[in-house]
């Protein structure tokens, strides 16, 4: 009796060394989303206003120095091949600094809702447009001023 008693005392705690340990419940509530905690490092710290529209013209980038090591495309110096990558980069930004002029000009919906006001006769359907309100083309389509109208539409001009 009392080797048996002994050997299952021993396999009890031989098995038991292959228990693995009891963990304590985790907490299901998020304290802070993963965002959050990517966003609060401070990986962006020299540039706060990275993300504002217009910041890029903030940052030194532009067209890398060329070397002596440097493609050069057939045909063209060293210094024409640059001044066309100037001119392309002064291209770019402006048509950049176009677009940060643009930036947040927008048709706030109640100003336009206030000005529509309630139409109980319905004459917006006359209208060509039928009440919506049109985007500008770049082109004048009416026809009225030739050069302002590409010649491949093939819409004349009124006027002669």
Do not use: C
């Not at 980038?61 to 495309?73: E, F, H, N, Q």
């Amino acid at each position: 009796m009392k080797v048996s008693a002994v050997l299952v005392a021993a396999s009890v705690a031989s098995a038991s060394a292959f228990v693995p340990a009891a963990k304590a419940p985790q907490s299901t509530q998020l304290n802070e989303s993963i965002f959050k905690k990517i966003a609060n490092l401070d990986l962006f710290e020299p540039v706060k206003d990275q993300n504002d529209y217009g910041a890029r013209n903030k940052k030194p980038i532009g067209p890398a120095k060329l070397t002596d090591r440097s493609y050069v495309p057939l045909g063209l110096t060293k210094a024409q091949y640059e001044k066309i990558r100037a001119e392309e980069a002064a291209k770019k930004a402006a048509n950049y600094q176009k677009n940060v002029a643009k930036a947040g000009k927008f048709i706030d919906f109640t100003d336009w809702y206030a000005k529509r006001g309630t139409d109980l006769n319905q004459s917006w359907v006359k209208a060509p447009n039928k009440g919506h309100l049109m985007a500008k083309t770049k082109y004048d389509w009416s026809g009225e001023d030739k050069n302002a109208t590409p010649v491949w539409t093939g819409v004349q001009s009124k006027k002669k």
